[in-house]
């Protein structure tokens, strides 16, 4: 009757570690995650001016060294479903030498424009599920 029992625990014991085992494999499998897509803030553009990304992705505009005005990044309009608009605008202008990173997790379209040349200065991030 002994026997029969140990044997038992022990097979448990075994499917326990196993499936620890597995979780870990999984996690581990996971694919990094992406550098963020590169815009560059240009004397009156964004380079490119429109980007495509996956929902988690993140994008960082990056203001070129060679401007010579100042310029910033503003959401004019994103996903009903986003609740803090102003998390996607930069507080401040710079002219060279600085940068602004966002993660999106809310799919939709988000169109940004620089505030200081809102006509020559769109862009659009389209974040897919």
């Known amino acids: 009757m002994r026997r029969p029992r140990m044997l038992r625990a022990l097979a448990a014991a075994c499917c326990v570690v196993a499936a620890a085992l597995l979780g870990v494999t999984a996690a581990a499998a996971q694919a990094p995650k992406k550098p963020p897509v590169k815009v560059t803030v240009n004397d009156f553009y964004f380079a490119p001016t429109a980007v495509t990304i996956k929902k988690g992705r993140a994008v960082k505009w990056v203001w070129s060294s060679y401007n010579t005005y100042p310029h910033d990044v503003h959401l004019k309009q994103g ?4 609740k803090n608009k ?6 401040t202008t710079a002219v060279t030498d600085a940068h602004f990173q966002r993660t999106f997790e809310v799919p939709g379209t988000y169109k940004f424009i620089c505030t200081v040349h809102p ?11």
Do not use: D, G, Q
């Open 86 to 91: 102003s998390r996607f605008s930069t507080t």
């Open 79 to 82: 996903p009903k479903a986003l």
């Open 119 to 129: 006509s020559e200065m769109k862009m659009t991030v389209i974040v897919k599920k």
